[in-house]
């Protein structure tokens, strides 16, 4: 999707759940969406980044219940170690919140409320599966049975083992507690519906000019055309954001937790008025991302979470009279060497377990092309080994140090000349190629241009035979300078292009090269700016390491 040059952009990526350890999984959504904010700002747009942890409902209730703590000290855990991880990895949020904080709970009964008033929540008597022995009601993941539409086991609010669809309270088959295992009943309960059926007509019209990825509009038109539910908003929970005017029931997770980006890009703008000393209007700033529709609202997700980002949450903003999502972007899921992604199984790769073996950077690098990003995921070491030896080793790496040890040891700067147009060509294109891949989300797309100009370097310069000219007399030598200020002029826009996957290891060659300039800063304009003769290098060194058979024996 292309955004009008005069819109600001809001890019989020789905609010991870703090209650274990983060794994690559989770990275398929935050790593491209990390690529796709620094692109945009490289092609001069406005964007502003917002995450946080989602810290409420039934599995975190549950953890803190079995480890004998509060939900409190469960979400404080993972909420810090998941902020450590992205800053390792370099995801650079503007903002990273929690659902928790006192703005989500006041803006998530303000939406409530709104809704209440527009006519769009009733309240009903339902049948809940209630745990005799436990003596209490059993929300969500408190209870286990089988699916009613398909058969297969599954939890509370969803049959993850099999059809995917999301279940009511009540509609669970042969319910039983997660908690004694004991058989459970139903009971009568109160609780509150918000009027999902009433928004057919709308969500068709939506869906129809969202843009986004293609599994997101067709996933959510087939469900929309189907037959919407209404859905029960409210649980018998202690721990959540309270139901206006009661003090026995929470709302569903999944209505304060997408309300989550709202109140991250309050806190972010209220805190940056609060830093230039004035607040007031300038703490307002908000509203026109979610008020006043001045700004593209892009949402990064996984293909598990299509259903509420497409169907539930634009239906709520319309109610509650928000502004609407632009786009909707959905990854594919992850698996682990051919087999559904379990950790029960051992089936999951853990991020700092990655991390104490290889640099983040080959993390992000193999996260986005190692397939589509709307395909499945099939992680494996050996793939990994392929992807960084025969590519950031043989191609990217061979081409940095290879030709800045040449230039290095035989100028010591950046030699003299002029630009040839075969390299401006060849930047251009790859320019061109970048943009439009980073406009229609296809990251892989993105880096396999790169990388092609980064083959060309490697060409060229074989082509060319520097060092036999350097070799010759004066006319000679300063041929071979021309030839490796035009391979730098390729070095810098590949720079400024891989920047956006691997921010760490391109600013290495950029320090390299004797660039002064803020790397992160500088934008594709910057591409075919003549990289400076005179200018010192800095001693060079192989960027990456191969990863040999037996530690890729050992892993697997």
């Known amino acids: ?21 983060c794994h690559i999984g989770h990275l398929r959504t935050y790593v491209p969406a990390d690529i796709y904010v620094r692109m945009y700002r490289k092609m001069g747009y406005v964007v502003t980044f917002v995450c946080g942890s989602d810290t409420h409902g039934t599995p975190i209730v549950l953890t803190a219940e079995a480890e004998g703590v509060t939900p409190q000290v469960v979400v404080a855990r993972y909420h810090k170690h998941f902020k450590e991880i992205f800053k390792e990895l370099q995801v650079d949020f503007d903002y990273y919140g929690q659902t928790d904080s006192e703005t989500n709970h006041r803006r998530t009964e303000e939406i409530v409320t709104r809704l209440i008033e527009n006519g769009y929540v009733y309240e009903q008597v339902i049948n809940q599966a209630f745990c005799s022995s436990c003596e209490r009601f059993l929300p969500d993941r408190y209870v286990e049975g089988r699916c009613p539409y398909c058969g297969e086991l599954a939890r509370g609010d969803e049959c993850d083992q099999g059809c995917g669809k999301h279940l009511e309270p009540g509609e669970m088959i042969e319910p039983k507690c997660k908690i004694c295992g004991s058989e459970a009943e139903f009971r009568n309960q109160e609780q509150f519906f918000f009027k999902l059926s009433s928004f057919t007509d709308f969500l068709i019209s939506y869906l129809d000019t969202m843009g986004g990825t293609q599994n997101a509009k067709n996933y959510a038109m087939e469900w929309v055309k189907k037959e919407l539910k209404d859905w029960c908003i409210t649980r018998n929970l202690g721990w959540g954001v309270r139901f206006p005017g009661r003090d026995d029931l929470v709302v569903y997770v999944w209505v304060d937790a997408p309300i989550g980006y709202i109140s991250f890009t309050e806190e972010l703008f209220r805190d940056r008025a609060k830093g230039k000393g004035k607040l007031g209007e300038d703490g307002q700033e908000w509203r026109r991302y979610w008020k ?117 040891k035989n100028f010591g700067t950046i030699p003299d000349g002029s630009i040839e147009e075969e390299i401006l060509i060849a930047i251009t294109k790859t320019k061109e190629e970048s943009i439009s891949a980073i406009e229609e989300y296809e990251f892989k797309k993105f880096v396999d241009a790169v990388m092609k100009l980064a083959d060309f370097g490697n060409s060229y310069f074989q082509r060319e035979e520097p060092w036999h000219l350097i070799k010759q007399g004066d006319r000679d030598r300063k041929r071979a300078g021309e030839i490796s200020l035009n391979v730098l002029q390729l070095i810098k826009a590949i720079c400024i292009l891989l920047e956006a996957v691997m921010p760490a290891k391109m600013e290495e060659v950029w320090q390299q090269l004797g660039m002064e300039r803020d790397l992160h800063s500088v934008q594709l304009d910057e591409l075919l700016v003549p990289v400076e003769s005179g200018k010192a290098l800095k001693k060079p060194y192989r960027l990456f390491e191969r990863v040999e058979a037996e530690i890729i024996e050992e892993l697997s």
């Not at 819109?7 to 703090?18: D, N």
């Not at 992850?334 to 950790?343: A, E, L, P, W």
């Open 292 to 408: 006043e529709d001045k700004a593209a609202i892009v949402h990064f997700i996984g293909t598990d979470i299509l259903y509420h980002h497409c169907i539930f949450w634009p239906a709520m903003l319309k109610g509650a009279e928000y502004s609407l999502p632009a786009a909707v972007v959905a990854s594919g899921m992850v698996k682990i060497d051919g087999r559904t992604f379990s950790k029960s199984r051992g089936d999951v790769v853990w991020v700092t377990e990655f991390l104490e073996r290889f640099h983040p950077d080959t993390l992000r690098y193999y996260l986005v092309t190692q397939s589509s990003h709307t395909k499945e995921l099939n992680f494996s070491w050996e793939s990994f080994a392929m992807r960084l030896n025969n590519e950031l080793v043989a191609i990217l790496g061979n081409l940095v140090y290879r030709l800045l040890s040449f230039a290095y």
């Open 1 to 21: 999707m292309k955004i009008p040059s005069d819109k600001q952009v809001l890019v989020t990526s789905a609010l991870p759940y703090v209650n274990g350890n």
